[in-house]
């Protein structure tokens, strides 16, 4: 496959198969020289691809009009704050959906206001309590 992606100048894809056959081969042998020196001349490649690539970009930015500039950096804006409000409605609709689900499962019906856990109002509680003490922290030790 590496070999084939390289013939259709699919540099990058090539590179990520060669770094494959790297880990699979013994590193005493002659294959794998060759292979790794492959590697290392298509990886200056890439560098030098993704370099035009990016100058490319930017050429044509630059060599579009001023009007078509204004506009093309406006809707790359507003899709950055786009995607950036998806994360925030995602993250969360995650905090929510797993108390919404319990909620309508059969043992959050059972037990409703029973047990701390199980009772919905308490925990919501209980946990927005806690970010307003702590804020939002990773799972670590040692985490006070």
């Known amino acids: 496959m590496a070999e084939y992606n390289f013939d259709e100048n699919l540099y990058k894809n ?3 198969y060669y770094d494959s056959v790297l880990t699979n081969l013994n590193e005493n042998t002659k294959k794998y020289r ?3 020196k492959k590697l290392d001349n298509l990886e200056d490649v890439i560098k030098y691809e993704d370099v035009v690539q990016y100058t490319d970009s930017v050429i044509s930015i630059y060599e579009m009009p001023i009007d078509d ?3 093309y950096f406006e809707k790359h804006i507003a899709d950055l704050q786009a995607a950036r409000e998806a994360a925030r ?3 969360r609709d995650k905090l929510t959906d ?3 689900t319990f909620a309508k499962s059969k043992g959050g ?3 409703q ?3 701390y856990f199980y009772n919905i109002t308490s925990l919501g509680y209980g946990q927005n309590d806690f970010k307003n003490r702590w804020g939002n922290r990773e799972l670590a030790d040692d985490w006070r």
């Open 14 to 16: 090539a590179g990520a």
């Open 34 to 36: 060759t292979t790794k």
């Open 69 to 71: 500039q204004i506009t």
């Open 89 to 91: 409605k995602k993250e």
């Open 98 to 100: 797993g108390f919404a």
């Open 109 to 111: 019906k059972e037990n």
């Open 113 to 115: 206001g029973k047990f």
